[in-house]
Nanobody
């Protein structure tokens, strides 16, 4: 079992930056692939980025070059650095943990979810 708590969301102007954090409980955080997803009102939850246990990363095309996912296994934390934010990045952002070491982009692959943190980008 792992519990996830996101933080760092807020209101920012277009072009600004935010860094989201996701703190995980448990001693086996380093064994989980970690992902970030987002969901805007009236839309389906969509993949944003993932980082495997060894540090390999992958991004949705919509955020590539603007967002960076990273993990600190010593702190049981995964981060999402978001730069050059756009109004369409507005959503609730969720981190997720997967027992599948090579989990990819489908939310079905992830076993544990945080409660979400709201990101609002004004134009």
């Amino acid at each position: 079992q792992v519990q996830l708590v996101e933080s760092g969301g807020g209101l920012v102007q277009a072009g600004g930056s935010l860094r989201l954090s996701c703190a995980a409980s448990g001693r086996t955080f380093s064994n989980y692939a970690m992902g970030w997803f987002r969901q805007a009102p009236g839309k389906e939850r969509e993949f944003v980025a993932r980082v495997w246990t060894g540090g390999s990363t992958y991004y949705a095309d919509s955020v590539k070059g603007r967002f960076t996912v990273s993990r600190d296994n010593g702190k049981n934390t995964v981060y999402l650095q978001m730069n050059n934010l756009k109004p369409w990045d507005t959503a609730a952002y969720y981190c997720a943990a997967s027992t599948r070491r090579f989990a990819e982009t489908s939310y079905h692959e992830y076993d544990y979810w945080g409660q979400g943190t709201q990101v609002t980008v004004s134009s």
